[in-house]
T-cell receptor, first 112, second 116 residues
Framework: AQSVTQLDSQVPVFEEAPVELRCNYS??????LFWYVQYPNQGLQLLLK??????LVESINGFEAEFNKSQTSFHLRKPSVHISDTAEYFC??????????FGTGTRLKVLA | DGGITQSPKYLFRKEGQNVTLSCEQN?????MYWYRQDPGQGLRLIYY???????QKGDIAEGYSVSREKKESFPLTVTSAQKNPTAFYLC???????????????FGQGTRLTVV
């Protein structure tokens, strides 16, 4: 089946602590992978993407994700989170030419 | 600024009525999409369109209809046949599809539909 799996529905973490949001994809999903962030009542914003090349990709606000083909994973990490990082994060892949497949999302709650 | 505009942001509908959600993009993208978002279920694809005058059903098309008469517009109609229409609806577009290169999906700000 074509799927993108985010095992953690909610992740609480204290401010300035590191965080990892997990994402696994099925082998039938093309290896074009994305992380999006969604703030309440807003649309999704692209955080970072992997299309090819270096397996480690970075965003401008300190997040990074590593593509791991052997483990079919694309986990999102940040070494030190801020209160403003509180949001829902979606991992996505591609099925076929046009169809994007989204995980069910992980709610990151940063605690003071 | 280029982007995707969805309107209205909030919409209330009585049971049995059809309602149309607007989605307009000025990114010159070929592909457009409609997703439905429910708590804990992520995004589910309703319809997508690869090119003007062509569209395909997604995973949950029943009770919805679309049209693509212009490249920049992809309205979604929620019909009375949709049994549980209350949800957050997201429109997106992409240049040509991810497999062609730098073609992630860009999203609008969403429309929250409530049936009263």
């Amino acid at each position: 089946a074509q799927s993108v799996t985010q095992l953690d529905s909610q992740v609480p973490v204290f401010e300035e602590a590191p965080v990892e949001l997990r994402c696994n994809y099925s082998s039938s999903v093309s290896v074009y992978l994305f992380w999006y962030v969604q703030y309440p009542n807003q649309g999704l914003q692209l955080l970072l993407k992997y299309l090819s090349g270096s397996t480690l990709v970075e965003s401008i606000n300190g997040f990074e994700a590593e593509f791991n083909k052997s483990q079919t994973s694309f986990h999102l990490r940040k070494p030190s989170v801020h209160i403003s990082d509180t949001a829902e994060y979606f991992c996505a892949g591609v099925s076929g030419t046009y169809k994007y497949i989204f995980g069910t999302g992980t709610r990151l709650k940063v605690l003071a | 600024d280029g982007g995707i505009t969805q309107s209205p942001k909030y919409l209330f509908r009585k049971e049995g009525q059809n309602v149309t959600l607007s989605c307009e993009q000025n990114l010159n993208h070929d592909a457009m999409y409609w997703y439905r978002q429910d708590p804990g279920q992520g995004l589910r694809l309703i319809y997508y369109s690869q090119i003007v005058n062509d569209f395909q059903k997604g995973d949950i098309a029943e009770g919805y209809s679309v049209s693509r008469e212009k490249k920049e517009s992809f309205p979604l109609t929620v019909t009375s046949a949709q049994k549980n229409p209350t949800a957050f609806y997201l429109c997106a577009s992409s240049a040509k599809g991810a497999v062609h290169g730098n073609t992630e999906a860009f999203f609008g700000q969403g429309t929250r539909l409530t049936v009263v």
